[in-house]
C-alpha cells in the first residue's frame, strides 16, 4: 500500500477555504486517490475520488498533482460541520480490496 | 435509504466473555469490510466478503475473531475470550461492487469496551 503523509492538525475559520495536503509519493499508477472523512463519533464518509484530473462535488475539490505524488483536498466554504478527521487514501480496489487510513488531519473549525 | 447499520451501538464485557456484532449493509451491496478502530487512531481492515464468500481475513488479529456472512447480507463479526486490548469501535462498510472506483459506506460502530 502506497504510504501517506499528512498534517496532523489544521485551524480555519469558518466560512473561509480550507486546503488539506497530502503526500502519496509511491502511489501506483493504478491507485485511485480517495479522501473520506470522520466526523466525532460517527464511521467514516465519502467525500471525493480521483485518478489524474481534478474533480469537483458538492462536497469538495480535489487538486491532483500532476506527477500524482500528492493531492489537495480543498473545501471552498468551511462550515462547523466540516470539523472532523480527514483521510487521504490511495486505493485500487484491487488485493485485500480493504482502505488502509493513516491518521488523517484533525480539521478545527473556529466560529 | 437506508444505510448501513450496526448492532449494539454499545457493548460492556468482561474479559474472557464472547461478543457478537452485528452489521447490516445497505441492500443488494456485494461487498462488505469489517474494520477496527482503536482510540485515536484510523480503522484498520480486519476481513473482507464478496456476497457470502470471505475473501480476505489478513487483518484479523488472532484467531479469537472471527467473521460470517452466510447469506450474503448481514454478516456478524464474533470475537471469543475477550481481552481488555480488543477494546475499540468495530466499523463495517459495504459497497456495491468492485470497480477500481467503489466508494464504502460505513455504520456507525459498534463501541466494545472490555473491562
Known amino acids: 500500500d502506497a504510504k501517506t503523509t499528512q498534517p496532523n492538525s489544521m485551524e480555519s475559520n469558518e466560512e473561509e477555504p480550507v486546503h488539506l495536503p497530502c503526500n502519496h509519493s509511491t502511489i501506483s499508477g493504478t491507485d485511485y486517490i480517495h479522501w473520506y472523512r470522520q466526523l466525532p463519533s460517527q464511521g467514516p464518509e465519502y467525500v471525493i475520488h480521483?485518478?489524474?484530473s481534478n474533480v469537483n462535488n458538492r462536497m469538495a475539490s480535489l487538486a491532483i498533482a500532476e506527477d500524482r505524488k500528492s493531492s489537495t483536498l480543498i473545501l471552498h466554504r468551511a462550515t462547523l460541520r466540516d470539523a472532523a478527521v480527514y483521510y487521504c487514501i490511495p486505493y485500487s480496489g484491487g488485493g485485500a480490496d480493504g482502505l488502509t487510513f493513516g491518521k488523517g488531519t484533525h480539521l478545527i473549525i473556529q466560529p | 435509504g437506508a444505510g448501513v447499520s450496526q448492532s449494539p451501538r454499545y457493548k460492556v464485557a468482561k474479559r474472557g466473555q464472547d461478543v457478537a456484532l452485528r452489521c447490516d449493509p445497505i441492500s443488494g451491496h456485494v461487498s462488505l469490510f469489517w474494520y477496527q478502530q482503536a482510540l485515536g487512531q484510523g480503522p484498520e481492515f480486519l476481513t473482507y466478503f464478496q456476497n457470502e464468500a470471505q475473501l480476505d481475513k489478513s487483518g484479523l488479529p488472532s484467531d479469537r475473531f472471527f467473521a460470517e456472512r452466510p447469506e450474503g447480507s448481514v454478516s456478524t463479526l464474533k470475537i471469543q475470550r475477550t481481552q481488555q486490548e480488543d477494546s475499540a469501535v468495530y466499523l463495517c462498510?459495504?459497497?456495491?461492487?468492485?470497480?477500481?472506483?467503489?466508494?464504502?459506506?460505513f455504520g456507525p460502530g459498534t463501541r466494545l469496551l472490555v473491562l
Open positions: 462498510a459495504s459497497s456495491s461492487d468492485r470497480g477500481l472506483k467503489e466508494t464504502q459506506y
Open positions: 480521483g485518478l489524474t
